[in-house]
Structure formats: C-alpha cells, structure tokens
C-alpha cells in the first residue's frame, strides 16, 4: 500500500519527499534533535559503502572505521542545516531507514548493512534514473551528503591527490 | 588558521557598533535614519555611502561575522559558515542547488571576483522591454567607474592557471575569441580560494571595504540577526521586526527580538530572501509582480582529462571567459551562455560529479588532471525562460520554485556540446558532461553524438547556480515591476530595494559589479534625497 501511495503521490507532487513518508515518517523520524538515529546511521553507512566503493580504504577495520567516521560528520552536517532542511533529511532519513519506506523508495528487500554492496548499489541506481522525481531526488541527496560528509575531512584528501590548502 | 592581520578583529577592538550572536545582545528597539537589510553587494555599497553623508545607519545581517582569521581554506568551515543552507540550498523540485552568502558581506565574501559591467544588450533589452531608458552604459559609466577604483578592479596581471589556460587554447584553436576577466583584489596571493573567504584580504570584497567603512562612521551592525518583517501602515514602512538566530537559522530558545525604526529602509538581503521579507511583510503587490522573475543564470559543467596535471583547485579562479555563445543568436533568441572555469576542491567536485562506486571513484582519482567547464546560461530573455518564483514555507522561509523549461534545457544541451568541444580542441584525453547519463567520451565525434542522445531532464542533467537575480524587478511602469527606477518600492514610499534582485532579467555576466555600480548610483540619489545636498563618492 505504502508504495503505492509512493509512486502515486511522486507523479503528482514536486515535493513529495515532504508528503510521502507520511505517518510512518512521523512516528520514525530520522534525525532526532539534529541527530542521526540508530537507523539512520546504518543508511548512511550501507549507502556510503556503494557510493564510495573503490575510494574507501581496502581494509575492513580500516573501512569501517572510514564509513564509521563519515556517519559522525553526517550528523555534523545535518546540525549545520537549517530547521526546514533538517526537517526534510529527518523524513528521508526516517522513510529510508523503515523496511517499508526502504522498500518502496529504494526497491530494496534488505537492510542497509544487511544487502550485499551490489544491491545497494542497483538500488541506488534505480533510484538514480528513476521517471519518478521523488526517487531521482532522494538518490541526489544521498549522494551529495555521503560524497560531502566523506570529503569534508582531510583525510581522505591523499585519495583523490589533493595537497590541500597553502599554508599562509 | 592565518598569520596575517585581520581588519576586523582590529576594528572590533576599536569598539565598532557590532551586536548578536557572540557580540552580545542586540538592544530591543533601536531607531535610525537608514535601516540596511543585508550586507552583501548592494548593503555594503549603500551603507557606506549613507554613512558618508552622516546619516545614522543600522545593517542587519542574518548570518554571521567571520574574518580572515576564520578562512583556513577549508570547505567543511566554509560551507556552514558562510553560505546560505550550508551550500545546499535548493530549488522547489530539488533540481538545481544554489550558491549564495550568508555572511557579513555576503555573497561578496565567498565570490570568485569576476568583474564585469552590465552588458550594453542586456541594458538595451531593459530600455525596451521594461522602460528604463535612463539604464544607458554612458549613464551609468561614473558610477560603474567609481565602484571599480573603490574596488580596485582591474585586469589580472599574473598568468591565468592551467584551469583556464585550457579555456583559451581550446578555444582559440576552434577560433572562439577570448577575454580576460577584471578582478576586485587587491595584493591577490594567486591561492585560489576566494570560495571559502579571502584569507589575505586581498578580495576587496564588502567585508573588508565598504561595511568596515560604514562601522569606522559609526554605523551599527546587527549579525545573527533575521529580518523578520516590515512592519506596513498607511502606504508606508513604520519599523523593522528582528529576531536573534542560531548559527544554522534556527530561533535560539529565548531569541531576541528587535524593532528599529528608521525614516527610510533599504532592502538588500539578495535574490531569494529580499522578496521573501516582503512576503512576509504582506507588502503590497497590486500587480502580482513580487517574487517573480527570479533568474539563476543556470550552470551546465563538462568535465576533462587531460594529460597535464591542471590543479583546479590552484591560482585566481575564473581568469578568462568566453562570450562568444552570447552572440551567436539573438538576445531573444534560443538561450546564449558564457563559458568560465570554475574553481575545484575535492568537496564540491565529489558532490557535483555524477555516479557512485568504482567509475565514481576512478574518475576523482584524476582529481588533479580534472579541467572543468562551466556555462552560465541568460534566463529572462525569452518567454520560455521566464525564471522562477519565490514562495514561502510554512515556517517563513523562502523557496524558490524554478521550473526547468525545455527551451532551458536545450540551451543546456548546446552548453555541453560547445564545452566538449572546447575541451577535445585543447587537448582532453576524455571529456565527461555532468549528468547522470553522460559517459567519459574519448572524442569529439563520440561525446558529439552522445550529448546530443542525453535526456536533457531536471535532477538527471546537473544544474547548478551561482547568480540569483530578480524578484524585485525595476520597472518604469508599476504594473511591471516592484521597483521604481530610482530604486524606490512602486507602493511604499520609504522602502527601497538595493541588491541583484532588481534586476528585471538575469545580467548575462556575473553579476557583482552589475549590483555595485547600479546600487551605487541608486544610493546616491536616496542620499540626496534624505539630506537635501550631494553626495560624497566612494573613496
């Protein structure tokens, strides 16, 4: 049923993402006081392991501990944004991090950290060409916050062979 | 953090009039001459003219006061410090993210210093579609000229970085003409982070001229500090509400509210959230003209491999440009474009870079051999591009709902291919357009044949903007903008708008000298009116 309110309401509506979590997104919001729950945590870091693959370090611990350190600068950033936006990540973050919302939004059966990376990855992309604009929106705002979080910290600068700024 | 002197932790120890957030809190009323909503371009310009003519000024700015002290050259400080939504705001439908300040100074204070005077076409079209017959480039040569000593803009001396230099073979090669743009800096370090603060002070923008000026007069300045709403009775504005706001916006728990009253109010917020505060104020607008035509200049970007390391992210950004896409057609024709080369720091390149996993992460490892062009597209021109519409939320706050025409995209599309094309002439290994469908083409030929094959469509075509213009429109005629030709709000007499958002097109240019120079003249003439005599230029 979920889904299809989803897809009707992603037909109609520019801002659906406001609309579309509906009751579930209020009763599981994703972000409480400007901080990512539990389940918001394990999508960040389930889609940040698909989004950064390749870039993140080969290492398990170290990987973990690189999507770990990401997941804390998310909440960094969401605490930056203002009352409007922090309302709208809450409600993606709370619809994605529900097995109903993750399901009719994304098309994925398993859990964030459960799925294997590739089906995290097909997820993404069917979100990322989707006809549905709610989907190409969602999969755009997870992209930019995983590829912002994760970049924002000097370390992993060396990856992508940028210096850094010129000491003054 | 910067070595260098910092002219305004100095003036702040001599005791400028500065309150909100960590200054301390704002008084609860407060009454002036001149009230200034905003800091940036037009608000700077304004105050230190007014200040000048010793008329007592207040400027109210809603984000905060940061210095060279607190620009380390850093995107994650930059970004949710001095931008507006952290560098994310967004159009209604998510489809295009916008670049705006929200600073002391702002967006003056995060710029890339391009320089240019209002083109003489865009002024022709605004004498004939909108009656501004007095907006001739000869009328307004003083004080285009005034604001470019006081600036000190002026050609860059130095060697364009390989960014741009790849702009200039490229195009030469494929006999484009290119010019060299004028910069507002004084001293320049040739760093290339003017995105993220001018940590020399060399960028002459309002945080180190005008506003200091204006403070060094005795002008009271208010950070922190969110214009609430005019307060409207008997055709006239009779106080400014204020309320105190946390870092990211937000009402602190016990937010601290102040009403000034001023004998004339200037509005100078910028694009978006001028018109959003005389939403709120539920200012007259017999004509339904407030907050429509809001212009982006729409950015379209291609990205290269070159063999050379290029090193975007190092020396003066944005050097040189093309206009030679602005003159192929008619003003009013399908949509022209100027072609630029932005800066690049890893942050902002992971962001706009399309796609994920491996492909994603092969091509940021070619980081420092990334070229990357820019097209900033002239929205208001033609019917098809009519711009966008500012609305507010449920909260107050202001969204912008841009629809991205298919004429827009069409222009985006002839973009892309006149970028790759540039690229391939100069030298590009592989050229990628910035959509979710593009592909790393290795020639011409191929990213010709691809581009064209793109679905040219919102949220899979990358937008993005840096300009907003508009909303508040000059107009001769009161049934076709908000704005009197001498700035002056057509239904409240001591209200006037001073910023980008008059402007009733998008410039075709980047806009800053544009607000300079036009507000300049604007705020002479308030000057002249309030105080009876002339007024002194800008020093």
């Not at chain 2, 760093?191 to 020399?200: F, K, N």
Request: charged content about 15%.
């Amino acid at each position: 049923m979920q889904r299809r309110t989803l897809l009707k309401l992603g037909l109609v509506s520019g801002t659906v993402l406001a609309l579309a979590g509906g009751a579930a997104a209020l009763l599981q919001p994703g972000l409480v006081q400007g901080r990512l729950t539990e389940a918001g945590r394990a999508l960040f870091m389930g889609v940040g392991r698909a989004i950064l693959q390749g870039t993140l370090p080969q290492d398990a611990a170290a990987q973990q501990q690189a999507l770990a350190a990401m997941a804390d600068r998310v909440d960094t950033l969401a605490q930056n944004l203002p009352p409007h936006v922090q309302a709208e990540l809450s409600q993606l973050v709370g619809l994605l991090g529900s097995s109903a919302g993750r399901l009719a939004l994304a098309g994925l059966a398993n859990g964030w950290l459960e799925a294997a990376p590739a089906e995290v990855a097909a997820a993404l992309d069917g979100m990322r060409y989707s006809r549905l604009q709610v989907r190409r929106q969602a999969y755009q705002a997870l992209h930019e916050i995983v590829g912002g979080a994760y970049f924002s910290d000097e370390s992993t600068w060396a990856v992508v062979g940028y210096p850094g700024p010129q000491d003054i | 953090m910067s070595k260098l002197p910092d002219p305004i932790r100095e003036g702040l120890q001599r005791g400028w009039k500065v309150r909100g957030g960590p200054h301390g809190a704002a008084p609860e009323t407060l009454s002036c001459d001149v009230a200034i909503i905003g800091s940036g371009a037009g608000a700077g310009i304004t105050a230190e003219l007014l200040t000048r003519a010793g008329l007592s000024v207040v400027i109210v700015e809603e984000g905060p006061l940061k210095s060279s002290s607190d620009f380390r050259q850093r995107e994650s400080d930059a970004y949710p410090q001095l931008y507006q939504e952290s560098a994310g705001r967004k159009t209604e439908d998510k489809a295009i993210t916008i670049l705006q300040g929200r600073c002391v100074g702002g967006s003056t204070t995060v710029n890339w210093t391009s320089s240019f005077r209002t083109p003489p076409t865009t002024l022709g079209y605004w004498a004939q579609h909108f009656g501004l017959a007095d907006y001739t480039p000869e009328a307004l040569e003083p004080y285009f000229e005034q604001a470019e000593r006081r600036l000190s803009i002026s050609s860059w001396q130095m060697p364009p970085n390989e960014n741009n230099e790849l702009l200039r073979s490229g195009a030469v090669k494929l006999g484009i003409p290119v010019e060299s743009i004028r910069r507002n800096v004084r001293g320049c370090w040739n760093l290339g982070s003017c995105g993220m603060g001018c940590p020399t002070n060399a960028k002459q923008s309002m945080l180190v001229t005008t506003i200091p000026a204006a403070l060094d007069q005795g002008a009271t300045l208010m950070v922190q500090t969110r214009a609430e709403h005019l307060e409207m009775a008997a055709g006239k504005v009779q106080a400014l509400s204020c309320v105190g706001v946390l870092p990211n916006g937000a009402l602190a728990g016990d937010a601290q509210r102040t009403r000034i009253t001023a004998r004339h109010y200037v509005l100078a917020g910028g694009a978006i959230n001028s018109p959003a505060v005389l939403l709120r104020s539920k200012a007259p607008d017999p004509h339904g003209r407030l907050g429509g035509r809001t212009f982006l200049h729409p950015v379209v970007m291609t990205a290269a491999v070159m063999e050379q390391r290029v090193e975007g992210w190092a020396g003066a950004p944005q050097s040189l440009c093309t206009d030679h896409y602005l003159g192929t057609q008619p003003i009013d024709g399908p949509m022209g474009f100027k072609i630029e080369a932005p800066p690049l720091h890893p942050l902002i390149l992971a962001t706009t870079m399309p796609g994920m996993g491996q492909a994603q992460a092969d091509l940021l490892r070619q980081f420092p051999h990334t070229h990357v062009l820019l097209a900033l597209l002239r929205d208001g021109f033609h019917e098809q591009a009519p711009g966008g519409r500012v609305k507010l939320r449920s909260d107050g706050s202001p969204v912008l709902d841009y629809p991205l025409t298919g004429f827009v995209m069409e222009g985006a599309r002839r973009a892309l291919l006149a970028m790759a094309e540039i690229q391939f002439a100069g030298g590009a290994r592989q050229v990628l357009p910035v959509h979710e469908r593009g592909e790393l083409y290795t020639t011409w030929a191929q990213a010709k044949a691809g581009i064209e094959q793109l679905p040219m469509q919102p949220l899979l075509a990358k937008v993005v903007s840096a300009h907003v213009m508009g909303g508040c429109g000059l107009a001769a005629s009161e049934k076709q903008g908000v704005v009197r030709p001498d700035g002056v709000h057509w239904q409240v007499e001591n209200l006037s708008v001073h910023d980008g958002s008059l402007f009733p097109t998008s410039v075709g240019a980047n806009p800053q000298l544009s607000i300079y120079g036009i507000v300049n003249r604007l705020a002479q003439g308030l000057v002249q009116r309030l105080t009876g005599s002339a007024p002194q230029i800008l020093a």
